[in-house]
């Protein structure tokens, strides 16, 4: 068996929450992520046959079941996963049709995975059934697409052009535009049902006076997914009070769709 400290899976989780954390998406116990692991990979490194643990979700997601997930636990902060990532993070493997986590590895001090499961393994459902490679959900609290929920319509095609026309590559990067979600409860049932919706159609889903949620197929993806975006908004909390003399055009638009090979999202583009 090898030493789980080593697996590929588990640095790259530990580099993603530091750099997070030194974004400033991440503060004190905010934001959480969840990356759907092989089983192979997981028996590299633990015996699966030993549970340590087995924890209540609260929620069914037959879609799921037998799946191993890498997930932040409830109330740890991203910024100590690097010292100690045993007690900060957590390997589960879903049963009873997704209603109880076996615990395998981590939550080491007592602790559980994080508030937001349901949304997590919700949108993990969801976002399979579009892209059957997709392995991470990530949630975070980025200020200016927070900001921006403050001051913006929260129409979803509106939101998306805006973020589009800030920087020439948002497009490229996220044709399938923003959907946006309505201040909700966090860490219920609901919001997570209400995203994983969401997620049937965008791979980013805002949190309005929250954070966002993105999705993809590895964790450097989806850090980029949501950094395009909060770069966006960034200079859209820049501008937004000043007089616009230039933009990105619809047709602008169209020649990068052209450009790059990307579709940008049905009637959203004049
Ligand atoms: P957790 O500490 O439970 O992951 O919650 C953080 C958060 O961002 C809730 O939305
Ligand atoms: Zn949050």
């Excluded at 640095?11 to 998406?25: A, E, K, L, P, Q």
């Excluded at 879609?63 to 740890?76: A, C, P, Q, R, S």
């Excluded at 450009?259 to 583009?269: I, M």
Aim: charged share 25%.
């Amino acid at each position: 068996m090898k030493d789980i400290m080593t697996a590929p899976f588990l640095i790259d989780m530990i580099r993603t929450t530091t750099n997070m954390y030194n974004h400033g998406w991440d503060e004190r116990n905010g934001g959480n992520i969840s990356v759907l692991l092989d089983e192979g990979d997981v028996s590299a490194y633990l015996d699966t046959n030993t549970v340590l643990r087995t924890i209540p979700t609260g929620f069914s997601a037959p879609e799921l079941d037998g799946k191993y997930f890498l997930v932040t636990g409830t109330g740890k902060y991203f910024k100590n996963a690097q010292y100690d990532p045993e007690n900060n993070l957590g390997i589960v493997r879903l049963k009873d049709g997704g209603e109880t986590a076996e615990l395998l590895w981590g939550y080491k001090d007592g602790g559980r995975f994080t508030s937001e499961f349901p949304a997590h393994m919700m949108s993990h459902v969801a976002r399979l059934k579009v892209d059957s490679e997709n392995r991470v959900v990530m949630h975070c609290h980025p200020a200016n697409l927070l900001a921006m929920t403050f001051v913006h319509m929260l129409d979803e095609r509106e939101f998306t052009r805006t973020l589009w026309q800030m920087c020439t590559e948002c497009i490229v990067v996220f044709p399938d535009g923003v959907n946006v979600l309505p201040w909700m409860l966090c860490g219920t049932n609901e919001i997570g049902e209400a995203t994983a919706e969401k997620m049937k159609t965008a791979r980013l889903v805002v949190w309005s006076l929250h954070g966002i949620y993105g999705a993809g197929r590895d964790l450097d993806e989806t850090f980029g997914l949501i950094e395009t975006a909060e770069k966006a908004a960034e200079i859209y909390m820049k501008i937004a009070h000043l007089p616009r003399i230039n933009t990105i055009t619809d047709s602008m638009m169209h020649e990068l769709e052209e450009r790059f090979g990307v579709k940008a999202r049905e009637g959203y583009l004049d």
